[in-house]
């Protein structure tokens, strides 16, 4: 789901970038992995994450992907040029990634998998995409943040099937990721490390 123009001044000011590297580095500490590996981040906007995924997990290559082309458009500006040479920008989909199953050693997802109406397919193909034994790193909030009286009439989301901490846990098993850390602030989101166990 495409982002309306409250979001997109939520993910594209001076803090946002700030408030995702300092979870970069928690997510490094909760997980750390070696450098070199395969990454994607799905829901990638104006390509802040990626930056910091390159800086903090040195990753060898960084598939960079959302569903709006103007963020896309956004991050290809954003970028320098030594770093778009690690960074594929494309368009897709979370719940029909395009690209081959068991091909990622990492994926990073950033306050995505809340925008996406079927969220369970998502996470089927977060598994699909990602190697065995590889690491889903997410940031996610739940409904009480994004669907209140206030919120509801400024942001765009889905309005049925949204899930809660417990609703997610499940359905990351469901999808075969046993959870190594998280952070998790009651009612409103987390911040995890999930590991593909099966």
């Known amino acids: 789901m495409k982002l309306n123009w409250a979001e997109r001044w939520a993910v ?6 700030i408030e995702q590297a300092i979870e970069i580095r928690r997510l490094k500490r909760m997980l750390p992995l070696p450098p070199g590996l395969v990454a994607l981040e799905i829901g990638c906007g104006r390509g802040a994450g990626a930056r910091a995924i390159l800086g903090e997990f040195e990753p060898s290559r960084i598939h960079a992907m959302d569903v709006d082309t103007e963020m896309l458009d956004k991050a290809r500006r954003y970028l320098s040029e030594a770093e778009k040479r690690k ?12 690209l081959k199953s068991r091909s990622v050693d990492v994926l990073f997802g950033f306050g995505c998998l809340h925008h996406v109406q079927d969220w369970r397919l998502a996470l089927a193909e977060i598994g699909r995409v990602l ?19 206030i919120t509801r009439h400024i942001l765009l ?32 989101g987390i911040l995890a490390a999930a590991v593909k166990s099966r």
């Open 12 to 17: 594209n000011n001076p803090l946002r970038v």
């Open 87 to 98: 960074v594929s920008l494309f368009t897709g989909d979370a719940a029909a990634l395009p």
């Open 131 to 149: 190697k065995p034994q590889g690491v889903y790193f997410l940031e996610e909030l739940y409904p009480s943040l994004y669907q209140n009286f």
């Open 157 to 188: 989301h889905p309005a049925t099937d949204r899930f809660t901490g417990d609703d997610l846990r499940q359905g990351l098993a469901d999808a075969g990721f046993s959870l190594r850390d998280s952070i998790e602030w009651k009612g409103l």
